[in-house]
Structures are given as structure tokens and as C-alpha cells.
């Protein structure tokens, strides 16, 4: 079992949805929680990043850490074609970023 | 203006050959990063340089050299290349490092293909 589980989709919504992409993980020692949004053939780029439990939101985006649960959330509000990318989230303990492989969002106009 | 930038972008290559991959950052960060993503979309850290000195240097193989001429530049030299070996690679620059809080910019990557 990996350290950080993550669903790879394709996960396919109407533009204008909200979308909800998940994590949970294993390690309870996991105090930042970041999302990373990957265009294809271009690196991830820095989404959201939270310290331990409870929610941010940044324009559109709402992230959500649970840490109870051991589960964290990235929330799109109105998703828009140009959000088709893959989203990863990002874990650590305070020596390394522990990544989940990523889920592929598709959102059709 | 690139912040991470990397080359060459594509690489293919044949079984056994050597190649490098370099990495620029032009963002004064002290930490730089090589990571490699599966056809899976798993990324895993390779290794990791502070300031010119090896931090990290997770299980790769002995075929796998980094090298920092300086803490803007980490090169990426793989001997004899093997099949499992065709994946892409990403470089990226942190200014914390240990801390937890490390928020990285990756490059564009490199996909490298062996034949």
C-alpha cells in the first residue's frame, strides 16, 4: 500500500461544476498538504498548501485537510475548460514531499 | 523569463549509451530537486542538493549522477542506460529545505526515451 493514495481518474465533468479530487494517506506524521496542478507535458505547478488540519480558499479553489480521517480535499468551484489538467497532492513530514500519482480532470465545455 | 528550465526537452536514445540532462534556476532558491515521473504519474525524488551539497539520495542506482557546479545549476548524468530507465525526469528549486514547508517549482521536464 502506498503512502499516499490517490484516485487516477479520468474524472470528466460540464463545465460549471463543482469538482472534488481526494487523498487519503498512512503516514499520521504528515503536517503540510499541498496541490500541485500538472498541464500534459509541462511540470507541476504549486496549487494550494495548508498546514495541518482545516480548510483554504483561494479564488475558485477551497482545500480541506482532515487529518482525523487522514483524508484532504481540493474543491473547484465553476470549473472551467482551462482546469483540465492533472491534480497531485503532496505530503511531508518535514524531510521530504511524498506525492500521490495524480488525478486526471477533464472538464467539457 | 524561465524560473526552472531544463534541456534537452526530449531525449531518445539507444541501450547502454550516456547522457546528461541539465537544469538552470533563476530563482535564487539554495535547494534543487531531480525527480522522476512513471508513466503512472508517480513522482518520486531522486535527489535533492543544498547549497552544491547532496541531501537527499533516495534508492537510485549507481548509474544515476547529479552534479551542482553551483546552487543555480544541477546536471543529470545516467550511464548505460537501460529500458526501465525511459521516463520523464523533472528538475526542480526550493528555497527551504527540512522544513516541511518546502513549496518547489518544477521545470518543464525531460522525457527520455530508450530504445
Known amino acids: 500500500q502506498k503512502e499516499v493514495e490517490q484516485d487516477p481518474g479520468p474524472l470528466s465533468v460540464p463545465e460549471g461544476a463543482i469538482v472534488s479530487l481526494n487523498c487519503t494517506y498512512s503516514?499520521?506524521?504528515?503536517?503540510?498538504f499541498m496541490w500541485y496542478r500538472q498541464y500534459s507535458r509541462k511540470g507541476p505547478e504549486l496549487l494550494m498548501y495548508t498546514y495541518s488540519s482545516g480548510n483554504k480558499e483561494d479564488g475558485r479553489f477551497t482545500a480541506q485537510v482532515d487529518k482525523s480521517s487522514k483524508y484532504i480535499s481540493l474543491f473547484i468551484r465553476d470549473s472551467q475548460p482551462s482546469d483540465s489538467a492533472t491534480y497531485l497532492c503532496?505530503?511531508?513530514?518535514?524531510?521530504?514531499?511524498?506525492f500521490g500519482g495524480g488525478t486526471r480532470l477533464m472538464v467539457k465545455p | 523569463d524561465t524560473a526552472v528550465s531544463q534541456t534537452p526537452k526530449y531525449l531518445v536514445t539507444q541501450m547502454g549509451n550516456d547522457k546528461s540532462i541539465k537544469c538552470e534556476q533563476n530563482l535564487g532558491h539554495d535547494t534543487m530537486y531531480w525527480y522522476k515521473q512513471d508513466s503512472k504519474k508517480f513522482l518520486k525524488i531522486m535527489f535533492s542538493y543544498n547549497n552544491k551539497e547532496l541531501i537527499i539520495n533516495e534508492t537510485v542506482p549507481n548509474r544515476f549522477s547529479p552534479k551542482s557546479p553551483d546552487k543555480a545549476h544541477l546536471n543529470l548524468h545516467i550511464n548505460s542506460l537501460e529500458l526501465g530507465d525511459s521516463a520523464v525526469y523533472f528538475c526542480?528549486?526550493?528555497?527551504?529545505?527540512?522544513?516541511?514547508?518546502?513549496?518547489?517549482?518544477f521545470g518543464s521536464g525531460t522525457q527520455l526515451s530508450v530504445l
Open positions: 526542480a528549486s526550493s528555497q527551504e529545505v527540512g522544513s516541511g514547508d518546502e513549496k518547489l517549482f
Open positions: 503516514n499520521s506524521a504528515f503536517q503540510y
Open positions: 503532496a505530503m511531508n513530514a518535514g524531510n521530504m514531499l511524498t
